[in-house]
Structures are given as structure tokens and as C-alpha cells.
């Protein structure tokens, strides 16, 4: 006890001491420089943890693509077409990044119109340490445009799992390239941009949520993977013979790594590392734990048994309804967006699919674009300003958010932003697949596709079974 007595004293007088040496004025400075001092210490330590985590969080959106959609993806297609698969999801990792730091970044972040950024950060001029207040006020511009850089990205990855197995990598290439540009950036900049006219916190005059991309990312991929399977046609004999997934144990690896990046993807969009990152941390979470559960509830009740499969792909169907929401609910909320989108994307992707009779190779659509849209609508209902006051009055006080919070509004507006990303990308989508078709063409031969598009594209298999044999 008599121990345990002096430790405390001498604990109090440690913190006394630093106490007192901190409330003294160093000579030579007045209180109010030391003061001044002191804050832009607190400062420089607030910027250097947010600038932390926003590179951690543009690390785990990257691993997103590669390797997590790579292995996703690649499980489940045939095993003649794992490594075309993948490729798809290697190549914008390096095509998409020269095209942002050339152009792309300005045009999604750069002043300009409503619909369209400048050319002011063209070649990342001006992109430095100096942070861009409208966007981050406590992190350099450059971390900002690459963790952006890892959004832009994946989407036209995404896109891929509904042209899959039979599109020319030269094709998927040039498209990929010009949809970045044609698509992505006007839709980004609408939505976050400077002006954009569906930004929310920016004056946009169409103030659309989306926390972390559900109409940018999820929507524009989704809708256009659906326009690419329409205009492309049906796989070679799909759907009379069976193509089943050559391995779900790496499109079960690939899930496990999504669910871990879009932590990066939906907290991350936060662009701090304060209480809202944590809040779309634990929602993202929620919604995608409630989503497996759902699409894996309705798979059992119509077939008798849940699968691995529909428990991955209930995750995803979470994961991205979640992410226009992530930080504007709670956990209740983001338990029953999960729920809901668990249930809608397997009833998209097993009936609707069915009747329409549509080869979206790898339910890129179902899931994506059909989970998107779902999201964003909900948001529009669940959003509260107890997460996010993003809408005040003019003394700076909270207003509502979504419908439950008091602002029925919210849901037009929502349903408004959601037409415009459908607009933008079918029609953008529909007139990229006509030019590229006419420039180098779209789909490859019959043969090549028999082959499989692994031999035929890259001259090299995922398997040697020889080697594995012997």
C-alpha cells in the first residue's frame, strides 16, 4: 500500500511538473507566440495523423483491385480465362494512373463547370504538399489526388466482370482508357467536384449524397457493365452449357480482401482520421455482415442449403450499397441497408437475369449497379445529422438530412442524381463501345474463344497441369 502511495505522488508530480513547463513563456517569446506555438504544434500533429491514415486508406483501396477484385474475379470465371480475368484488373492499375496524373485528376477535381473539371492540375501542376482546402483542409493536395487516383481505378475494373471471356484486351484497353475520361471523370467531378452539380457539400445545385461513390463508382460501373453484356451478346454457348466458376477458394480469398480494403475505401472517405471515419468504419462493417446474411437467408430458403458463393457475394452486394451511406447512418441503419441489398442483389442476379436472359458474365450489374442504386435511394431515407450535419442554415446550425431525419426531399434529389448516372453512363458506355468496335474491334473469334483467352491474348496459361502432374 505505502508502495503503491508514493507511486501516485510521484505520478502527480510528473504531470505537475510538465504542466507547469508548458504554462511557462519561454524567454525571449510573449504568451501569445507561445500560444501561437502551441497550436500550430496541436496542427502539425492533427496533419500528420490524418495524412497517415489517408495513405493507409489509398493502400487498402488499391488492394482492392490488386489483388482482392483480380482474385475475385478470376475465381470465378473458367479456368482458361483466369489470367485474361486478373489482367483486366492489373492493366487499370497502370493505364488509369498515367491517364489521372496526365489528365484525369484535373478533370475530376479541377475548377470548371457544373459537369466538368479544368485543365488547371493538368500534368498534376500545382498538385503538392499544400493542402486544397475546398476538398481536405489537413492533408497535402497530393495525397488527396492519389488516394482519389485508387477510386478511379477500380471502377472500370468492375466493369469488366460483365465482359469477361470474351473481349480482346486491346478492346477492353482503349475502352477502359476512354471511359475513365468520358464517364468517370464527368460523373466524380458532378459529385465531388468543385461546382459539381450534384455535390452535396459544395453548392451543387442537385445536392446528391455519396459518401464514397455509390453513384460514381457503383452505378456508372454497374450500368455500363449491363450496356457492355448487351452490346457484346451472350458468351459462346451461354446458356446451354454450364460455366461454372473454376475456383471459388479465390474468389473466397478476393472477397476477404474487398471486405478489408473498403474499409480504406468508405472510412478513408472521410479524409481525416476524426469520429466520421469511425462512424463509416462501423457501418461499412454492419452492412456488410447484414448483406451476407440476407443473400445467404434467401439463397437457403429457395435451394435448401446456403453457398459459399452467395455468402461472398452477399458481402459485396453490402460493401457497395453501404457505400453512398457510410457516413451519413448508423449502425442500425447500415444493419438494415446491408439486409435489403443482401436480399434485392440475389433476386437481380437469379431472377431477374433469368427472364431477361442478359450474360452478365460475373453479375457485375446485379450486384454493382443494382446494389448502387439501391444505396443511394436508401441513403436518401436513412442519412441523419447526428453522423453528418453536412446541411446547415445560415448561423451554421444542423439541418435535416434524410427523410427519417425530417427532409423528405432528400429522396428526389437522390432519385435525380441516380438518373443522371445512369444517363451519363449508358449513353457514354453505348457510344465508347461503338467507337472502339469500329477502331480495333470488340469481341474475339469463336476459335480464340473456345481456346480460352488466356492462350490467345497473352500466349500463357494460369495452369501447367503437366508440371502439377509431375
Known sequence: MRRRVVRAVGFLAAVGG???????????????????????????AQMSADNGWMLVSAALVLMMTIPGLALFYGGLVRKKNVLSTMMHSFAMAGIVSVV???????????????????????????????????????????????YQLMFAIITPALISGAFAERMKFSAMALFSLLWSLLVYAPMAHMVWGKGGLLNASLGGRIPTLDFAGGTVVHITSGVSALVCALYLGKRLNYPKEPMPPHSVALSFIGAGLLW???????????????????????????????????WSLAEWIRNGKPSALGAISGAVAGLVAITPAAGFVGPMSALAIGFLAGIFCYFMVVKVKHWFGYDDSLDAFGVHGAGGTLGAILTGIFATSAVNPI????????????????????????????????????????????????????????????????????????????????
Open 260 to 294: 478489408v480494403g473498403w474499409f480504406g475505401f468508405n472510412a478513408g472517405s472521410a479524409l481525416s482520421a476524426g469520429t466520421l471515419a469511425t462512424s463509416a468504419f462501423v457501418a461499412t462493417h454492419f452492412g456488410a455482415a447484414a448483406a451476407a446474411i440476407g
Open 100 to 146: 489521372w496524373a496526365f489528365v484525369g485528376y484535373s478533370l475530376c477535381f479541377g475548377s470548371g463547370t457544373s459537369f466538368i473539371g479544368g485543365l488547371h492540375h493538368i500534368f498534376l501542376r500545382g498538385v503538392g504538399s499544400a493542402p486544397d482546402p475546398a476538398y481536405a483542409a489537413t492533408i497535402p493536395q497530393a495525397t488527396f489526388m492519389i
Open 391 to 470: 446541411f446547415k442554415d445560415a448561423q451554421g446550425h444542423a439541418l435535416p438530412v434524410g427523410w427519417l431525419d425530417g427532409n423528405w426531399m432528400q429522396v428526389p434529389r437522390q432519385l435525380g442524381g441516380i438518373a443522371i448516372a445512369w444517363t451519363v453512363s449508358i449513353v457514354g458506355t453505348l457510344i465508347l463501345l461503338k467507337v472502339v468496335d469500329l477502331l480495333v474491334g470488340l469481341r474475339v473469334s469463336e476459335s480464340h474463344e473456345a481456346e480460352g483467352l488466356d492462350l490467345t491474348q497473352h500466349g500463357e496459361e494460369g495452369y501447367d497441369w503437366e508440371i502439377a502432374a509431375s
Open 18 to 44: 510538465c504542466l507547469t513547463a508548458a504554462a511557462q513563456t519561454p524567454s525571449g517569446m510573449t504568451a501569445q507566440q507561445h500560444l501561437a506555438q502551441l497550436d500550430q504544434a496541436v496542427a502539425n
